[in-house]
């Protein structure tokens, strides 16, 4: 199953569980799908409670043009773009047909599809084919951790003022309180101290899911 909110104690993962909106049958469904076929990779699916929050954000913000890098077999792009405004539109940036064929069929199914854009290739290849200026809303950052700050480089210019971006796994299962941690969370740790610094945004750290940052282009 997905990945829920890790960094509580089960009671609380529990009791959030059962005051939050579930998935419907459709994301179920893929949850399920997705762990029948790639059991190793089912992690990193984002959690049912992170999905709904990202779906009210998305609906809170108004958002109409949205970005997501890292999309793995397409749950939290549904989210994502089920929250988007009349016409909205998301693109979405994965390097792996495999897994983003799964994602194309339940967003056909989901009838997104005319709002979704996969693009497959390096994701910094496609971010800085879009338009420099700032184009977007909402942002969902959620792939290989090393490239965190090269994604945050090229996304922030392109949010337009108020825009929110979303980065997951912000606290990496622990492993960036390490005493010494592997290559990926140093990374991380490094990424959260950079954010931070950023002075074209304003920040809040939760714990959803693995640690989810939200950031608000100023």
Request: with cysteine; aromatic share 8%; net charge negative.
């Given at each position: 199953?997905?990945?829920?909110?890790?960094?509580?104690?089960?009671?609380?993962?529990?009791?959030?569980?059962?005051?939050?909106?579930?998935?419907?049958?459709?994301?179920?469904?893929?949850?399920?799908?997705?762990?029948?076929?790639?059991?190793?990779?089912?992690?990193?699916q984002i959690g049912p409670e992170q999905g709904t929050?990202?779906?009210?954000?998305?609906?809170?913000?108004?958002?109409?043009?949205?970005?997501?890098?890292?999309?793995?077999?397409?749950?939290?792009?549904?989210?994502?773009?089920?929250?988007?405004?009349?016409?909205?539109?998301?693109?979405?940036?994965?390097?792996?047909?495999?897994?983003?064929?799964?994602?194309?069929?339940?967003w056909q199914r989901a009838g997104l599809s005319d709002?979704?854009?996969?693009?497959?290739?390096?994701?910094?290849?496609?971010?800085?084919?879009?338009?420099?200026?700032p184009g977007f809303d909402l942002a969902f950052i959620?792939?290989?951790?090393?490239?965190?700050?090269?994604?945050?480089?090229?996304?922030?210019?392109?949010?337009?003022?108020?825009?929110?971006?979303?980065?997951?796994?912000?606290?990496?299962?622990?492993?960036?309180?390490?005493?010494?941690?592997?290559?990926?969370?140093?990374?991380?740790?490094?990424?959260?101290?950079?954010?931070?610094?950023?002075?074209?945004?304003?920040?809040?750290?939760?714990?959803?899911?693995?640690?989810?940052?939200?950031?608000?282009?100023?």
């Amino acid at each position: 199953m997905a990945t829920g909110t890790e960094h509580v104690t089960p009671q609380v993962h529990e009791y959030v569980l059962a005051h939050t909106t579930p998935p419907d049958p459709l994301l179920a469904e893929l949850i399920e799908e997705t762990a029948r076929r790639y059991p190793a990779q089912a992690r990193l699916q984002i959690g049912p409670e992170q999905g709904t929050f990202m779906t009210l954000l998305a609906q809170l913000a108004g958002a109409r043009q949205a970005l997501e890098v890292g999309t793995f077999t397409g749950y939290s792009a549904i989210c994502l773009a089920r929250g988007l405004a009349d016409g909205g539109r998301l693109i979405c940036c994965d390097v792996s047909e495999e897994w983003t064929s799964l994602a194309r069929t339940f967003w056909q199914r989901a009838g997104l599809s005319d709002r979704i854009e996969l693009r497959v290739g390096p994701a910094l290849d496609t971010l800085r084919s879009l338009p420099p200026g700032p184009g977007f809303d909402l942002a969902f950052i959620d792939a290989d951790k090393t490239g965190y700050r090269s994604y945050w480089k090229e996304i922030v210019p392109r949010m337009r003022p108020g825009g929110a971006i979303l980065v997951d796994n912000t606290f990496l299962h622990g492993r960036v309180f390490e005493a010494d941690p592997d290559p990926d969370a140093r990374a991380i740790a490094e990424f959260n101290e950079h954010v931070m610094a950023d002075d074209r945004v304003e920040l809040a750290m939760l714990s959803v899911g693995d640690g989810l940052t939200i950031a608000r282009r100023r």
